[in-house]
């Protein structure tokens, strides 16, 4: 990927106490005039967006009076281009890929951050872990070379020495670890470790965000225009975004039944889908979101963002990020 996340996925092939039993009520609601526009997440249709399939499946935007249509990301559709030409209203990116485009120019900010803690991990096996940075010296681990940037923050967060760590190149597959090839592998906490708990492999992780690594993910950017002139369908989408994820946390097993009934034709199954939300909400919501809400973040945050993308060649200022949406939203 040109920024780091990219690579990864390159190479990587809902409301209160019931959410199947809130009314369908689409038929019912008063028709009235809907305004267009789209939403471009960041991969392909799986439950890490499965807040936005609520929102849009129990007509929380139709209610505010959008009608929105959810595009598939994947190795061929990247997230900004769309955004930037106005296809899509808001797209569902990364802090560092977003510095990325701004440094060429491209007018973004980002108005919301669903993951509070970054999904990057080191997975390892029982019989020889990685619970700490330490533990890296002398170990072979497994990974993209174009994520090598990643590992040397994660060094020189935790004064770690990158030569003592053996990088090997792999695929973006659980395969080398559990055939003993390397010792460890560079992985999101939501995909690999998933992949070989259904498979009956044993696992731990360790994420780099409790080790220093401050980078945000799954954000949502809209453009400086759209701010302006664009204002009240921003503060729509976002509310629905909200109430979409607020209700599947309250019931991920209804949300995770609904990814696949909207999406029959995706390959997913529901026990990868089920335990990948398990692990995937514990990085959306934390004391903050529930003190402010969600997609909320600090100033601390946005200072050790700042200080991290610095380690990965990317100079940005705090203005990058704009609550004002946000703060809309909430206060409604």
């Known amino acids: 990927m040109p920024s780091i996340r990219w690579t990864r996925r390159r190479m990587l092939a809902m409301g209160g106490a019931g959410l199947a039993a809130l009314p369908l009520g689409l038929a019912t609601r008063r028709a009235r ?7 471009q997440l960041s991969w392909l249709h799986s439950t890490q967006f499965a807040g936005s399939y609520i929102a849009q499946d129990r007509g929380f935007w139709r209610d505010a009076g959008l009608e929105v249509a959810l595009l598939q990301g994947g190795p061929n559709a990247p997230v900004e281009p769309p955004v930037v030409s106005g296809t899509a209203l808001i797209g569902i990116s990364a802090a560092d890929y977003t510095a990325a485009a701004v440094a060429e120019g491209a007018p ?3 108005i919301g951050v669903a993951m509070q803690k970054n999904p990057f991990a080191i ?3 029982p019989q020889n872990p990685v619970a700490t940075p330490a533990d890296l010296a002398g170990k072979r681990i497994g990974m993209a070379v174009a994520n090598t940037p990643v590992l040397q923050a994660l060094c020189t967060l935790n004064n770690l020495d990158i030569g003592t760590i053996e990088i090997v190149p792999t695929q973006y597959s659980a395969q080398p670890l559990v055939a003993g090839e390397v010792d460890c592998l560079l992985c999101w906490e939501t995909d690999l470790p998933v992949a070989m708990a ?11 965000a409790d080790h220093g690594y401050a980078l945000h993910s799954q954000t949502y950017i809209a453009t400086e225009d759209s701010l302006t002139n664009r204002r009240a369908e921003l503060v729509a989408l976002m509310a629905g975004e909200v109430r979409g994820w607020d209700a599947c946390r309250a019931d991920p097993g209804a949300a995770a039944e609904l990814t696949l009934a909207m999406f029959p034709d995706a390959g997913l199954d529901l026990p990868t889908q089920e335990l990948q939300l398990q692990r995937q909400l514990p990085l959306m919501f934390s004391d903050l979101t529930d003190r402010n809400g969600f997609g909320s973040w600090s100033d601390e945050a946005v200072a050790a963002n700042i200080e991290t993308l610095g380690l990965l060649g990317r100079e940005v200022t705090a203005d990058l990020w704009d609550r004002s949406i946000l703060d809309e939203v909430h206060a409604g």
Do not use: N
């Open 33 to 39: 005039a809907q305004t267009p526009v789209s939403l």
């Open 108 to 110: 973004f900010r980002i």
């Open 123 to 125: 997975a390892s096996l």
């Open 198 to 208: 259904i498979q009956g492999v044993e696992s731990q992780t360790m994420l780099l």
